[in-house]
Structure formats: structure tokens, C-alpha cells
Nanobody, 120 residues
Framework: QVQLVESGGGLVQAGGSLRLSCAAS????????MGWFRQAPGKEREFVAS????????NYAVSVKGRFTISRDNAKNSVFLQMNSLKPEDTAVYYC?????????????WGQGTQVTVSS
């Protein structure tokens, strides 16, 4: 059973930084892609960033490119999202997700989410 546990959310002023962590357990993730998604109140959940566990290849939403950085620590089975130059519109619940990149484009596993609030 795959488990994903996020941490690191909080309240920050605009222009500040936060680092989110996602601890993954339950299987070997070498073939997996890990993603960060977010959902703001009244809006649909949207893609933020992803990383392939095997080769470290990354992808970003246009809205966060240049401000956010996704990374992984294979030894700790953890994925991180470094968020800099935060804006009020980044306020959302952030979710870590995982998918078997060799079999599906769909993210099948999700964490419980962590709240990020950016004040103006």
C-alpha cells in the first residue's frame, strides 16, 4: 500500500519561501513519477510540478516555472517542492501524488494535502 505524507505548509508573506516535503512508502518507486498538485478554494485541482524518480526529469506548470523547484532524495524516498517568490495566488492545499510511469499517465496515489497560505 503506497502512502504519501506531505509536510511543510504554512502561512507566509508574499515574496517569501516555503519548502514542502512528501515522504513516500509502501513500495519501490524506481519506475514512478511523483507530482505536486494544488487546489484553491472554489477551483479545480491543478498540476504544479512533476519529477521522474528514475532519471530526475522534471516538468512545471507555466504559472510556477522559475519560482518553484521539485527535487527528490532517493535514499529518503522523499520528494520536495521548494517554493520561492510566493504570490497570494499560490494559496491552496498542495497534494503530493504518485503514478507508475511505466503503466499509466494517471496519478493513482495521493497524500492528504498541506495548506499553503500566502498573505499580501
Amino acid at each position: 500500500q503506497v502512502q504519501l505524507v506531505e509536510s511543510g505548509g504554512g502561512l507566509v508573506q508574499a515574496g517569501g519561501s516555503l519548502r514542502l516535503s512528501c515522504a513516500a512508502s509502501g513500495r519501490t518507486f524506481s519506475n514512478y513519477a511523483m507530482g505536486w498538485f494544488r487546489q484553491a478554494p472554489g477551483k479545480e485541482r491543478e498540476f504544479v510540478a512533476s519529477i521522474n524518480w528514475s532519471d530526475g526529469d522534471t516538468n512545471y506548470a507555466v504559472s510556477v516555472k522559475g519560482r518553484f523547484t521539485i527535487s527528490r532524495d532517493n535514499a529518503k524516498n522523499s520528494v520536495f517542492l521548494q517554493m520561492n517568490s510566493l504570490k497570494p495566488e499560490d494559496t491552496a492545499v498542495y497534494y503530493c501524488a504518485a503514478r507508475d510511469a511505466s503503466t499509466t499517465p494517471r496519478y493513482d496515489y495521493w497524500g492528504q494535502g498541506t495548506q499553503v497560505t500566502v498573505s499580501s
